[in-house]
């Protein structure tokens, strides 16, 4: 990983080692530091994984490899089929952070004591490549998951028929993720739900609009190809169109926190709202707090619930609140 400031304004991206003609000014350099000391620390975390089932395999076009974790629950032995759970990490995390952050516990404690159904959760690490089949096509994030990934996963752990007990949700970067790739993949998961999510909207890409610290983080162009080639396919779009009789059949759910970045709370409840405007039925929740993990993972009991459908356990986690 490298970063480097030139005199006119260029910066070479953490993420992707892609330069970029991004001019700053003196009131973002302090903001650029921090950024860049989170993508370092992030990088390089001596933190050891233990807990979970690792593994690299290789991927099936283009050429590279891909890293996951599968998290089973106690006393799990291959001969008990359980529901699959996709879990997309945001941009600072990758297929060690369900450990690192201790929700493999959290789950262990949820389900021992009743609260939460038994699953087995995979988590790929996607980098910061917005889950995507990138436009330029040096990397195939959704392909790789659903396409490599995945099919091993369900046949080692022995998982339920999709799409009825397949489920997919996902944190920052990776609800944005999951929603996308719960469009794409209809016949893939029977539900889907994003946390803390940015919600691009169609009119949100234009380069123009976009914080230069995203633009620094994610090579858009790349991604997602020339300005405007977003629009057919953007989140609200599709997730509004009530001819789509197929997605109308995934279960949505959005949760966010009360104290997010204004541009993440103000997507959601556009989403929402709009989501309301066509009588399109979801899960929605506001949580206390941010856009940090001691927020997210008291989110994962209902969440589950909701994903597996087990209404009894989702109204009490509700009530307890």
């Known amino acids: 990983m490298f970063i480097v400031l030139k005199h006119d304004g260029a910066i070479i991206s953490a993420a992707t080692g892609i330069q970029m003609n991004i001019q700053y000014s003196k009131k973002h350099f302090g903001l650029l530091l921090a950024l860049i000391a989170l993508l370092s620390l992030s990088a390089c975390s001596s933190f050891t994984p233990k807990a979970l089932d690792y593994e690299t395999i290789a991927t099936s076009t283009p050429k590279k490899s891909i890293n996951y974790g599968v998290y089973t629950p106690p006393g799990w032995t291959k001969s008990e089929r359980l529901p699959l759970v996709l879990l997309l990490h945001g941009v600072l995390d990758n297929d060690k952070s369900f450990e690192k952050h201790k929700l493999n516990e959290y789950f262990d404690e949820q389900i021992t004591a009743g609260q939460m159904p038994r699953v087995v959760v995979f988590t790929p690490d996607g980098k910061r490549g917005f889950w995507e089949n990138w436009h330029d096509g040096t990397n195939s994030y959704r392909d790789w998951v659903l396409k490599d990934v995945m099919p091993k996963v369900q046949t080692d752990y022995n998982t339920l028929d999709c799409p009825q007990h397949c489920h997919i949700t996902g944190i920052s970067m990776g609800g944005f993720g999951a929603l996308r790739v719960a469009y794409f993949e209809k016949n893939t998961f029977s539900s889907v739900s994003s946390i803390s999510a940015p919600i691009i909207n169609e009119k949100d890409n234009d380069p123009k609009k976009i914080p230069w610290y995203v633009r620094l983080v994610f090579p858009l162009d790349r991604i997602f190809g020339p300005e405007g080639n977003y629009k057919a396919e953007s989140i609200i779009r599709v ?13 949505l759910q959005l949760i966010w926190g009360d104290d997010e970045r204004k541009s993440i709370g103000n997507s959601n409840h556009r989403f929402h709202t709009a989501l309301e405007a066509k009588n399109r039925q979801h899960d929605m929740h506001i949580y206390a707090g941010g856009h940090k993990w001691i927020y997210w993972k008291p989110q994962f009991s209902r969440v589950i ?9 989702l109204a009490k986690t509700a009530s307890n609140e």
Do not use: A, G
């Open 239 to 251: 997730w509004t169109n009530t001819d789509d009789k197929k997605l109308e059949e995934i279960r």
């Open 305 to 313: 619930n909701f994903l597996v459908d087990d209404s009894k356990k």
